[in-house]
């Protein structure tokens, strides 16, 4: 019987240079659910996923997947355990063709592993990618990139995937269809943790909800526990309907 | 008519070899962010090893190629890199730009005390005789350097765009921290760069000092003509860097003859300046744009 939670942070202390960003983070992501983390500007948000892919140093504390322990381990061997990381912006190879990019999804794949296979499966998700396989990726519109990457994440069948900010730059529509994918990849048994800068609306979309403030988790709940919560409406969700008006 | 295709043929031959080594140039920016102004000392060193094998160890040509290309390849590729540009590149790339001078003197000076400041000759790959074709003359020696440098970039094209291992060095190159993100090995992708640089230059150093004898202080143009081919081109383009090598020998080769061999040197540095202000990115390049 495997923990209820997949990730799991315990104190983590992490920053960048003498600054310190994360003050003793802890929280857990339950298994098979969409998890959102909500919080200000400067809160940890994409600190705290740096740290836990390896990407920034743990200065203190410690991370655990599925009960085994990974702290500042090289974001290759955390591929290699199931975790994925989709980050903010704008990160395709524009120069390699669409499928090239896709193939590099598979780029730590253990000896063994039938790439080929796999290619069509993520295709066969995403006809749009399949139809312009031989184009650079660079054609791709800005939904698509994002389509691109989060497919590219995919490839090695990860169980958890980690997606900062999916929702910049896209347009309602697209969004709408992003939401749906997430769903989707959580009935295929992938919990999702995700960072939102459009906090209303993801957590709408969620499970779980984590606030951050400051470095430390300030709220761990079911989202519409926090979506209902008037301090947080007022602190991060801008107490209207306002934010989640913006596009 | 049959002039103007000689010169031709014969300055895409040395443009051909601008072009290995802006390749290898540009290869390292991509990757690393190295400004290796030792550049042109680096085409420079791999004869004298060849020199050095076959006048002190007596071996014959090919065997002598071999054995300093071998050592080109782990000092200029391996060594440089773990020596100098790990160390250096930490504190940012001026602080490695001035270290790859220093070793560009080091080198210089240190082969003029080794083997003195003559120009030596150096045994060439092709007979030197001409041959025929449609009426017009054409030197053995330039279209065999011609083939090799097509044959070399080709290689490299194949090997960089249909081998899984090359397209991971594209994407380091691209965007080294979704690279690391996707688990490709970055640092060992860097390396291979450095040794693919170690190579094409020790390919240009064997095919142009015939041309222009071993001579210590054959870097310093070189490397000059690699950087201006590189950036005429396109820093950040392999393609650019081609194009750059080709344009630059062709150039060359006609200022030669059409304008006067005393204003011929400037004349690369003319068209420097001419893309610089009216096309910063090179006639290939694409505008870049890096985060920090």
């Known amino acids: ?247 | 008519m049959a002039d103007l295709l000689q010169l031709l043929v014969a300055g895409l031959a040395t443009g051909g070899i601008y072009a290995l080594v802006a390749i290898g140039f540009t290869l390292l920016w991509q990757t690393s962010q190295t400004i290796n102004f030792a550049q042109g000392e680096f085409v420079m060193l791999p004869a004298f090893f060849v020199l050095i094998g076959m006048g002190y160890f007596g071996l014959s040509f090919w065997p002598a190629v071999a054995l300093g290309g071998a050592l080109s390849v782990v000092l200029l590729g391996l060594v440089f890199k773990k020596l100098m540009v790990e160390p250096m590149i930490r504190h940012g790339v001026l602080p490695l730009v001035i270290a790859t001078i220093g070793l560009a003197i080091l080198m210089k000076e240190a082969v003029r005390q080794f083997y003195g400041a003559d120009a030596w000759p150096f045994p060439v790959l092709a007979a030197t005789t001409d041959v025929t074709v449609f009426g017009a003359v054409f030197a053995v020696q330039s279209l065999v350097i011609l083939a090799i440098c097509v044959a070399v970039v080709v290689a490299l094209q194949l090997f960089l765009g249909g081998t899984r291992t090359g397209r991971c060095m594209q994407a380091t190159a691209q965007n080294p921290t979704v690279a690391r993100l996707l688990g490709i090995r970055v640092e060992r992708m860097i390396l291979y760069t450095f040794l693919i640089n170690g190579a094409l230059v020790t390919v240009a150093s064997i095919l142009i000092t015939p041309i222009y004898l071993a001579k210590f202080t054959n870097g310093e143009w070189l490397g000059l003509y690699a950087f201006i081919a590189a950036i005429i081109g396109g820093f950040n383009q392999v393609r650019g860097a081609i194009a750059g090598g080709l344009l630059l020998g062709v150039v060359d080769n006609f200022a030669a003859v059409y304008l006067s061999s005393q204003y011929r040197t400037a004349i690369p540095l003319l068209i420097l300046i001419v893309v610089v202000l009216f096309r910063p990115q090179g006639l290939l390049g694409r505008i870049e744009e890096r985060t920090v």
């Open chain 1, 1 to 247: 019987m495997a923990a209820p939670d997949i990730l799991r942070f315990e104190d983590v202390v992490a920053g960048y240079g003498k600054q310190t960003i994360l003050h003793g983070l802890s929280f857990n992501v339950l298994r098979g659910a969409i998890t959102t983390i909500i919080g200000p500007n400067g809160a940890g948000k994409s600190t705290a996923f740096k740290a836990s892919f390896g990407m920034l140093p743990v200065r203190a504390g410690r991370i655990f997947f599925d009960d085994r322990e990974i702290t500042n381990r090289a974001p290759r061997e955390l591929i290699a355990e199931g975790i994925c990381y989709v980050p903010q912006g704008r990160n395709i190879f524009s120069e390699l063709s669409v499928l090239h990019n896709l193939e590099l999804g598979g780029a730590a794949a253990p000896e063994g592993f039938h790439l080929k296979p796999r290619l069509q499966a993520v295709m066969e998700r995403f006809p749009v990618l399949r139809r312009k396989a031989k184009h650079q990726a660079s054609t791709l519109s800005g939904g698509e990139q994002k389509m691109l990457e989060i497919a590219r994440g995919l490839m090695l069948e990860p169980r958890l995937m980690l997606i900062d900010e999916p929702s910049i730059g896209l347009s309602p529509i697209l969004v709408e269809e992003l939401f749906d994918l997430l769903r989707e990849l959580r009935e295929r048994g992938i919990t999702v943790l995700m960072i939102e800068q459009n906090a209303k609306r993801a957590l709408e979309n969620s499970d779980h909800g984590i606030v951050l403030e400051l470095g430390r988790a300030r709220i761990q709940d079911h989202a519409a526990t926090i979506l209902a919560d008037p301090r947080v409406g007022q602190l991060f969700l801008g107490g209207t309907s306002s934010i989640s008006g913006r596009a």
